[in-house]
């Protein structure tokens, strides 16, 4: 595993490991953005089929590694989960790491899954960043429920068609091109709470930037040049990543839509 980073944007191109960013819902359910879905059981006989199709069709890419949300400092954690899984002494929770992550890269016969989350301490305390609190509190109430009314609105609309849609087509909608723009503007909505003397949502935004920064960071140190990663995370992180991906000249990007099963 590479210990340090590249060199910048004049990384030959042919020497650019490929990256394949697959956005998720949370498939466990875990209740923690402004507004969720309604996931469907996926541990059900027919979900557990489709899901197994979907890794079939992520097999088919041949990714040299596999890495999740799931902290870097508890790699050993996820080390230990998965030799527990590959000697078939774990069953599977309804998470996306373990739905996914952990059958695709047992299917490929890889020797761990990359944890590359974060969740370090930003500057400063966390009224600083409580821009919902701020809003309640200082004339921005209405602003805040328009926001997320409507972010809300779109959510129980996908729950509603991932009841009657297969688990790959979930993946296909929550990948195409357009769902992760859409889904990046709610962040310059944030950003708009607060005013002059006080910013907390730029403050959180600025927090969500860093944090991508640095999972971006720690997928740059799992790899080498040649490697092909296969990248599982919250839908919300993939537009950020897939930016700085590109932008940075460090990866060659892949199309999620050419490996999800139609």
């Known amino acids: 595993m590479s210990q340090a980073l590249w060199p ?42 489709e899901i197994e199709e979907l890794v079939d069709g992520l097999a088919q890419w041949k990714p040299t590694r596999v890495a999740v949300e799931s902290t870097a400092a508890d790699q050993d954690g996820l080390d230990e989960r998965f030799s527990e899984y590959c000697a078939g002494r774990l069953s599977l929770t309804a998470s996306e790491n373990d739905q996914i992550g952990l059958r695709l890269a047992r299917r490929l016969g890889l020797p761990r899954i990359h944890a590359v989350d974060c969740f370090d301490t930003q500057p400063g305390t966390d009224a600083d960043y409580d821009f919902a609190r701020w809003a309640q509190e200082h004339g921005m109430r209405e602003r805040l429920d328009a926001l997320i009314a409507t972010q809300q609105v779109e959510a129980n609309a996908t729950s509603k068609d991932m009841t009657s849609t297969s688990v790959s087509q979930w993946y296909r909608s929550i990948n195409a091109p357009r769902t992760r723009q859409l889904m990046h503007r709610v962040y310059y909505d944030i ?28 997928l740059l140190r799992v790899c080498e ?17 897939e930016h700085s991906a590109r932008e940075s000249g460090q990866f060659t990007v892949v199309d999620p839509l050419a490996w999800l099963p139609a």
């Open 191 to 218: 950003a708009l709470i607060g005013d002059e003397s006080y910013t907390p949502g730029v403050n959180w935004v600025a927090g969500w930037y860093a944090r991508n920064l640095r999972i971006f960071g720690h």
């Open 8 to 49: 910048l944007p004049d990384r030959e191109q042919d020497a650019r490991p490929e990256l394949l960013l697959i956005g998720s819902p949370h498939l466990a359910n875990p209740h923690r953005d402004l507004a969720n879905n309604v996931i469907p059981d996926v541990l059900t006989t027919t979900r557990q089929h």
């Open 225 to 241: 040049p040649g490697d092909r990663l296969l990248v599982l995370y919250g839908a919300g992180h993939t537009y950020w990543l």
